[in-house]
């Protein structure tokens, strides 16, 4: 089956920790995104990446770093410079060379900070 | 100004009847507008995409765009508990971004 995996489901971190999220897609997708979602909110722009070996900020990158080193893997860290970290991510991609970007979910990390 | 603007809700509509959710947004250079479903502790899920001015439906599900208004509206008809979710409306983001910007979303209730 194709698909978004991310893992794990559920990350527990403590302060001054790193932590690194796992996304893996299996489509053949050239982009890929990293979002964050705040409880009662909408999802903010960490990174994404449009090839290997390339990737841009988003709104929100500071405290995270990624890489893409692999057409099927976007890893996001967060660092211990994100002062609050606890949030819901979600790992989405796309096709690129379409003109209407449809982007698809993985089933997303929740990450509590202890 | 937010780029993209929804209704938070909760909107609570009976089973049977049409929910109505509503989406403006900013930039009048918006092409492509897409809806999502997202259902408590899970992932957003595309449900609908339009581009072109007027009405796209897919099933029980109709999108309208009027690009002159700045404003998106997802209809659905028939309503069923199962409907109940919240809507995220999605518009791309800045020229040469290819990622989306999200409203904040509407919370669907659909009462039996």
């Known amino acids: 089956d194709g698909g978004i995996t991310q893992s794990p489901k559920y990350l527990f971190r403590k302060e001054g920790q790193n932590v690194t999220l796992s996304c893996e897609q299996n489509l053949n997708h050239d982009a890929m995104y990293w979002y964050r979602q705040d409880p009662g909110q909408g999802l903010r722009l960490i990174y994404y990446?449009?090839?290997?070996?390339?990737?841009q900020k988003g709104d929100i990158a500071e405290g995270y770093s990624v890489s893409r080193e692999k057409k099927e893997s976007f890893p996001l860290t967060v660092t211990s410079a994100q002062k609050n970290p606890t949030a819901f991510y979600l790992c989405?991609?796309?096709?690129?060379?379409?003109?209407?970007?449809?982007?698809?979910f993985g089933p997303g990390t929740r990450l509590t900070v202890l | 100004q937010k780029e993209v603007e929804q209704n938070s809700g909760p909107l609570s509509v009976p089973e049977g009847a049409i929910a109505s959710l509503n989406c403006t947004y900013s930039?009048?250079?918006?092409?492509?507008f897409f809806w999502y479903r997202q259902y408590s502790g899970k992932s957003p899920e595309l449900i609908m995409f339009i581009y072109s001015n007027g009405d796209k439906e897919d099933g029980r599900f109709t999108a309208q765009l009027n690009k002159a208004s700045q404003y998106v509206s997802l209809l659905i008809r028939d309503s069923q508990p199962s409907d109940s979710a919240t809507y995220l409306c999605a518009v791309p983001g800045a020229p040469g971004r290819r990622a989306l910007t999200f409203g904040s979303g509407t919370r669907l209730q659909v009462q039996p």
């Open positions: 930039d009048r250079g918006s092409q492509s």
């Open positions: 990446s449009q090839i290997v070996n390339d990737f």
């Open positions: 989405a991609s796309s096709m690129e060379g379409r003109v209407y970007n449809e982007q698809f």
